[in-house]
């Protein structure tokens, strides 16, 4: 007996990593249409876009789509898109007004929207805009030494958001989120709007910064971004969470969230990942890279592929390197997503072994 065929969800050509520095606005947004027609024409999954305004790892004045705007347009241009955002939670991002936007689009986009949450704050972004992070104090000194208070915003960020699409006025007194008869009208145009937390499965497979227990309750989905082995350990001990708070943990889908590109040989690939750009644009060792990313030849990305779909992964949300060219995306969704898709079951693959 197989198991069902993952899905294969998109990260879009946002300009968050610097991907659009050599294009203008007209440009920039036709590919973002171009890869928007592209998910949507292969109905794999979903096509995400980022709560983000300035580019990654380090700031730069290059172009960047913010990110509801560009998913309302996205929405009205391609009918039928699933389409998910992945934002900040408080103090970044006021509840409330999270709450509206999101309704607002799952409306526009006829019930098609996921919405994320992350605890991980870009701490120059937070600077540059005069928002402290979760873990500092609003004079931008370290907080006390509790690196839990970002994982406790994303949890009081996930209560209201269900307390206000519930349709009532809501009041609460957190550490993080504050509302005095707040409410969000019309509610979502799903019964139930799918939250999504993005998570690093290091961190969890070590037993630190848990998730809050109502963003384990409420929660429909998690991203889970590290290498195999990790992944693993995360979904089991995710599970044993659930079940703990008496929430199904089979009610729960998990996603690997990664970067990918397709190469022609493993030469071409290593040749790739040890180049200074890369090292330095990065900062990270080649080898822990690749081991947290999906860069391959077509064999390489399926062992790996069928490796996590083992260790309890049942989604891939990918953002390709090569952008602004869809290259790897157009080579992933028609040659490679559907090979495995064919294969997938368990034990499939060799596990992933860590390259």
Known sequence: MTAAAPRWSVVAPQGAAGELASTGGAEGWRLLLETARTVRRHGRGALWLLDRTDTTPRRAPEPVWEGWTALAGLAAAVPGLELGLLSPAAPFRNAALLAKRAASADHICGGRLALGLTAAAYVPEHHSTGIAPPDESPAGEPGPGDDGRAHRAVGETAEA???????????????????????????????????????????????????????????????????????????????????????????????????????????????????????????????????????????????????????????????????????????????????????????????????
């Open 161 to 355: 958001l269900r307390a206000l699409w519930s349709g009532g006025p809501v009041t609460l007194a957190g550490e993080h989120v504050r509302l005095t008869a707040a409410h969000c009208v019309p509610a979502p145009h799903q019964e139930r709007l799918p939250l999504v937390l993005r998570l690093d499965a290091g961190e969890e497979g070590a037993g630190a910064r848990l998730p809050a227990d109502a963003s384990v309750r409420e929660c429909s989905a998690v991203q889970w971004t590290g290498e195999t082995r990790q992944v693993a350990a995360a979904v089991e001990a995710f599970g044993r969470r659930r079940t703990a708070l008496g929430a199904d943990p089979g009610g729960v889908r998990h996603a690997w969230a990664a970067e990918c590109r397709v190469f022609d040989s493993v030469l071409e690939r290593d040749r790739w990942l040890c180049s200074p750009h890369e090292v330095q644009f990065w900062s990270h060792h080649p080898d822990l890279l690749a081991r947290r990313s999906l860069y391959g030849t077509p064999d390489q990305i399926t062992d790996r592929a069928r490796g996590l779909l083992a260790a309890g992964v049942e989604e891939f949300v990918l953002w390709f390197r090569d952008y602004p060219h869809t290259t790897s995306l157009d080579r992933l969704l028609t040659g490679i997503a559907p090979l495995i898709d064919a294969t997938a079951g368990p034990g499939a693959g060799t596990g992933g072994a860590e390259e």
